[in-house]
T-cell receptor
Framework: KAGVTQTPRYLIKTRGQQVTLSCSPI?????VSWYQQTPGQGLQFLFE???????NKGNFPGRFSGRQFSNSRSEMNVSTLELGDSALYLC?????????????FGPGTRLTVT | DAKTTQPPSMDCAEGRAANLPCNHS???????VYWYRQIHSQGPQYIIH???NNETNEMASLIITEDRKSSTLILPHATLRDTAVYYC???????????FGGGTRLMVKP
C-alpha cells in the first residue's frame, strides 16, 4: 500500500500571502489529522477530519483551516501568513478516529515564510 | 488526556536493549498508552500501543505496570537506525487528538 503523501514537500511564501497544503491518506483510511512542528513548540495538533467533518480542533487561530473531500483527501489552508507560521506541517491518516487507531504520518511539507 | 513525563535523552549501545520509560501517573481507566518515534526530518512512526496488558510486535515490547501509572518501551536489540525521538502519549480511545510532549531523544551508539 502506498503511504501518506503530502504536496508540496517544500514551499517558500511571503508574509501576508496564503498557502494550501495537500494530503492524500492511505487507501481506505477515513481520518486525516494535521500537525504543526516547530523547534520551539514541538508537535502541535491542528485539526482532525473524519468523513468530511472536522472532529477535533487544536488551539490555533482561525487563519488555519482545513477540509476533507469525499475520497478522504484533505487540504489545509493558512491565510495571511506570519513569520511564525514557518514550520513542518505533518499530515497523518488512520482507519478511524485518532486515538481509536494508530496514525500513519506523511513526510511533511516544510513551509518557510519570509 | 493524562500528561506524560519522559527523560529528555538517553544513550544505548548498539545491539543492547533500549528501555525507554514513561510516567503517566494521572492516567484514567479508559486511556491507552501509545508510542511513536520520529527519526530526523521524517514524519512520526507508530510503534505500539496498549491498555493494560503487555504488548509485543515486530518492532518493540510495551510493558505497562499493574497500576498503569508508568510504562516502558523496550527495543530488544537497538541499531543505529533506532536513533530517534520517542514519544509516549496517553489518549482516550476514539475521538481525541494526540498530544505530543517533548519525548525522549534516544542515541544509539556503536
Amino acid at each position: 500500500k502506498a503511504g501518506v503523501t503530502q504536496t508540496p514537500r517544500y514551499l517558500i511564501k511571503t508574509r501576508g500571502q496564503q498557502v494550501t497544503l495537500s494530503c492524500s491518506p492511505i487507501s481506505g483510511h477515513r481520518s486525516v489529522s494535521w500537525y504543526q512542528q516547530t523547534p520551539g513548540q514541538g508537535l502541535q495538533f491542528l485539526f482532525e477530519y473524519f468523513s468530511e467533518t472536522q472532529r477535533n480542533k487544536g488551539n490555533f487561530p482561525g487563519r488555519f483551516s482545513g477540509r476533507q473531500f469525499s475520497n478522504s483527501r484533505s487540504e489545509m489552508n493558512v491565510s495571511t501568513l506570519e513569520l511564525g507560521d514557518s514550520a513542518l506541517y505533518l499530515c497523518a491518516s488512520s482507519l478511524g478516529l485518532a486515538g481509536e487507531y494508530e496514525q500513519y504520518f506523511g513526510p511533511g511539507t516544510r513551509l518557510t515564510v519570509t | 488526556d493524562a500528561k506524560t513525563t519522559q527523560p529528555p535523552s538517553m544513550d544505548c549501545a548498539e545491539g543492547r536493549a533500549a528501555n525507554l520509560p514513561c510516567n503517566h501517573s494521572t492516567i484514567s481507566g479508559n486511556e491507552y498508552v501509545y508510542w511513536y518515534r520520529q527519526i530526523h526530518s521524517q514524519g512520526p512512526q507508530y510503534i505500539i500501543h496498549g491498555l493494560k496488558n503487555n504488548e509485543t510486535n515486530e518492532m518493540a515490547s510495551l510493558i505497562i505496570t499493574e497500576d498503569r501509572k508508568s510504562s516502558t518501551l523496550i527495543l530488544p536489540h537497538a541499531t543505529l537506525r533506532d536513533t530517534a525521538v520517542y514519544y509516549c502519549i496517553v489518549i482516550i480511545n476514539a475521538g481525541n487528538m494526540l498530544t505530543f510532549g517533548g519525548g525522549t531523544r534516544l542515541m544509539v551508539k556503536p
